[in-house]
């Protein structure tokens, strides 16, 4: 079974075991993820079959697609984190990677996400939900890391941006744990803007 979640609930003694049907009825699930990840979990692999590429049908002609996709992206992660599903979770995860173009940019020049102004504050709002003093605390926290890896490292561009900096100063992009890596970040960069070397 892909998920030991849904191993654990058909191998127990209530109902749901029994059942021949099993709801997934959570109003708070986006049926567009939970469908992504039972169609994985069904020989259809997140991201590969062309029945389940990871794409979607455009929802709103005023949002980009590649802002749509990396938020169906992370619907997908959340779905795959409470269902306990680790192969969907990896594979929303490198479908992510992939639109925001970070796997496709090398060490030294940062990824279109950082260097396109029109991406910012999207940037933002992605962030956020990630790493936000309101952002859902998920089982898995690779997701969480990644961003906070990525923001610190490009930390000295995304801080030029003004959209960035100015939700940097208010404190609405990280919780405390993810803003006090930021904030060394931070620290770091003005040091050596201003020639500082620490001991």
């Given amino acids: 079974m ?7 609930a058909f191998k127990s003694r209530f109902t749901v075991a029994t059942n021949p049907v099993f709801l997934l009825d959570d109003q708070d699930d986006d049926f567009e993820a939970v469908s992504a990840m039972v169609k994985h979990m069904y020989g259809m692999s ?10 979607l049908e455009l929802k709103d002609d005023h949002i980009p697609y590649w802002e749509q996709a ?5 619907a997908v992660y959340t779905a795959a984190d409470k269902y306990d599903c680790p192969a ?6 490198e479908l992510m990677n992939i639109y925001l173009g970070i796997t496709a940019s090398s060490t030294l020049d940062p990824p279109a996400v950082v260097r396109k102004l029109s991406f910012f504050i999207p940037l933002n709002a992605l962030i ?6 309101d952002a859902p605390k998920l089982a898995d926290q690779s997701l969480y890391a990644d961003t906070v890896k990525f923001c610190v490292r490009w930390h000295p561009r995304l801080i030029y941006h003004a959209e960035y900096r100015a939700a ?4 609405a992009l990280y919780d405390a744990t993810s803003h006090e890596k930021m904030y060394e970040a931070h620290i770091t960069y003005l040091e050596g803007k201003q020639g500082i070397n620490r001991p």
């Fill in 2 to 8: 892909w998920s030991p979640f849904f191993s654990n």
């Fill in 46 to 55: 997140y991201g590969k079959h062309p029945l389940n590429r990871g794409g």
């Fill in 70 to 74: 990396i938020y169906h992206q992370l």
């Fill in 88 to 93: 969907v979770r990896r594979a929303a995860l």
């Fill in 128 to 133: 956020s939900k990630i790493c936000g003093p």
């Fill in 168 to 171: 940097f100063q208010k404190k």
